[in-house]
């Protein structure tokens, strides 16, 4: 459930995410303007990872999108990943 509520307050308005009740990730879609695959490298060198969501669709689409693990995160990890991912998405986003 933490992973949950800090997307509600770290993620910019325009992103999107599944609303998991069990399992280990969460997806998330952001706008088409992103690219996650470029996301994921700037994202690395932020000390946060993430699994772009292209290699997940068969159609080689979904560019757009990722996956967040959140099985093997303690609160205070997940907290600080996704403040420092959602600045980083908020920042890529006002380039656009």
């Given at each position: 459930?933490?992973?949950?509520?800090?997307?509600?307050?770290?993620?910019?308005?325009?992103?999107t995410w599944?609303?998991?009740?069990?399992g280990f990730?969460?997806?998330?879609?952001?706008?088409?303007?992103?690219?996650?695959?470029?996301?994921?490298?700037?994202?690395?060198?932020?000390?946060?990872?993430?699994?772009?969501?292209?290699?997940?669709?068969?159609?080689h689409d979904?560019?757009?999108?990722?996956?967040?693990?959140?099985?093997?995160?303690?609160?205070?990890?997940?907290?600080?990943?996704?403040?420092?991912?959602?600045?980083?998405?908020?920042?890529?986003?006002?380039?656009?």
């Open positions: 459930r933490h992973m949950l509520a800090a997307l509600d307050e770290h993620m910019p308005q325009a992103v599944t609303r998991h009740t069990g990730f969460t997806w998330l879609t952001v706008p088409d303007t992103l690219d996650t695959v470029a996301l994921a490298q700037r994202a690395r060198d932020g000390g946060v990872a993430f699994v772009p969501g292209r290699p997940f669709h068969p159609q979904g560019l757009n999108t990722l996956r967040l693990a959140f099985s093997l995160a303690d609160d205070d990890s997940i907290e600080e990943g996704v403040s420092r991912l959602g600045k980083m998405m908020t920042a890529a986003l006002e380039k656009r």
